[in-house]
């Protein structure tokens, strides 16, 4: 790890993306009365709550629509703002969050592709991996505090490794030949 000369315009870009879009997963709740979106618990890639959504102003139909199909959203590993539920479960909001935090570190410090970054990003991944499945197969029932935790650990190292991936292929010859 070293700090960044020039700051990638592409990891600003998706940094900026990121950020925007966690915000809007943080607003959306406030945007509705109290107690009006509850139960959302649903199947992650199916449309279980369109009725609901259609009748949402823009962009929260949006922001709820994309937690409707990525996300099971089960309204008991879900956090609660405005005593609405949030558009994405307690994992996948860390995993948004750690997504914008690693984009965030990556736009100050560059991390080479190594073994050392490759093993940081499996320890990173390993405790969502050790919980999701434990759970699934009935060894544990988790909590939120620590879903949202080991999905912000998953999140953030995923992000260094996006920004690591951005940083390889802009030193390629043909991005260099084609985009400079």
């Known amino acids: ?34 107690n009006t979106i509850q139960n959302l618990s649903g199947l992650p890639g199916v449309e279980d709550n369109a009725v609901l959504i259609r009748n949402m102003s823009y962009p929260w139909n949006i922001v709820y629509s994309i937690g409707d ?43 080479g592709l190594s073994e050392r970054l490759i093993l940081f990003i499996v320890i990173g991944i390993l405790p969502l991996a050790i919980d999701g499945l434990f759970q699934l197969f009935g060894l544990w029932e988790s909590n939120n505090i620590l879903r949202v935790t080991t999905g912000v650990l998953a999140g953030f190292t995923t992000g260094i490794a996006i920004a690591v991936i951005v940083d390889e292929i802009r030193e390629t010859q043909f991005f260099q030949k084609f985009f400079k």
């Open 1 to 34: 790890m070293e700090k960044r000369v020039n700051v990638s315009k592409m990891i600003s870009l998706l940094f900026i993306l990121l950020l925007l879009w966690v915000i809007l997963q943080f607003l959306a709740p406030y945007m509705f009365p109290p």
């Open 69 to 111: 199909r990525l996300c099971h959203q089960r309204s008991d590993r879900s956090f609660f703002l405005n005593e609405n539920q949030m558009p994405f479960c307690a994992r996948c909001t860390g995993i948004w969050l750690g997504l914008a935090i690693g984009l965030g570190v990556s736009m100050r410090y560059m991390f």
